[in-house]
């Protein structure tokens, strides 16, 4: 069965610092992998995904992740932190090439010091 | 183009009554997702609708959960009897049709629906 772990439930970074959430899945086939981030009272953000070719991607608001294979890791980065970025992130994976469900990791809250 | 929609946002019943969550897709999507993040935890599959056709509701937790999606349009979720440990919230997302969900066509979420169950 599918699994994403992220080991880290709270991160504190001061605003301009930059920010790497870890994520590390486990999955028998190729993974399609996800970064989903809440910002108090919305829904669920797509920030940026994973189904092959190039292992980093770009997404919105300044993120990236890169693949891992070997790591079975797919980490979210960004170079410099907005006051803005302070919420939840949610990695997951989901079954490639099926229309099947995700599975989500525990989530990661961040908050971004003045 | 208005997005996943959940009504209510929030709510608080009795243990042992009757709650009924709604989530509106994006227009045009034929996928509706359910899920539910317990107290701080991972957020969990519960079904997946393909238009008014359930197609997997392998999450659901027990028979107190009933979901319906007449029409294909809007869904429903229904806890009867609540207990204590639904608590928690409740996520809608939707995507377009096609087989390769999640390989080519993204998964909107709606904001969810807080239950506390007291």
Redesign the interface.
């Known amino acids: 069965a599918q699994s994403v772990t992220q080991p880290d439930i709270h991160i504190t970074v001061s605003e301009g610092a930059s920010l790497e959430l870890r994520c590390n899945y486990s999955y028998g086939a190729t993974p399609y992998l996800f970064w989903y981030v809440q910002s108090p009272g919305q829904g669920l953000q797509l920030l940026l995904k994973y189904f092959s070719g190039d292992t980093l991607v770009q997404g919105i608001k300044g993120f990236e992740a890169e693949f891992k294979r070997s790591q079975s890791s797919f980490n979210l980065r960004k170079p410099s932190v907005h006051w803005s970025d302070a919420a939840e992130y949610f990695c997951a994976v989901g079954e490639s090439g099926s229309a099947r469900q995700l599975t989500f990791g525990s989530g990661t809250q961040l908050t971004v010091l003045p | 183009e208005a ?2 929609t959940q009504f209510p946002s929030h709510s608080v019943i009795e243990k042992g009554q009757t709650v009924t969550l709604r989530c509106d897709p994006i227009s045009g999507h034929d ?1 509706l ?1 359910w ?1 539910r993040r317990v107290m ?6 519960l079904l ?1 609708f ?1 238009k008014e056709s359930k ?2 509701e392998s ?1 659901m937790p027990n028979n107190r959960f009933l979901a319906e999606r007449t029409g294909g349009t809007y869904s429903t979720l229904k806890v009867q009897p609540a207990e204590l440990e639904d608590s928690g919230v409740y ?1 809608c ?1 939707s995507s377009k049709q ?6 080519n066509t ?7 629906t807080r239950l506390t169950v007291v």
């Open positions: 997005g996943v996928n997702y899920y701080g935890k991972e957020i969990k599959f997946h393909v197609q997997d999450g996520f997302a096609g087989a390769k969900i999640f390989g993204e998964a909107f979420f709606g904001q969810g």
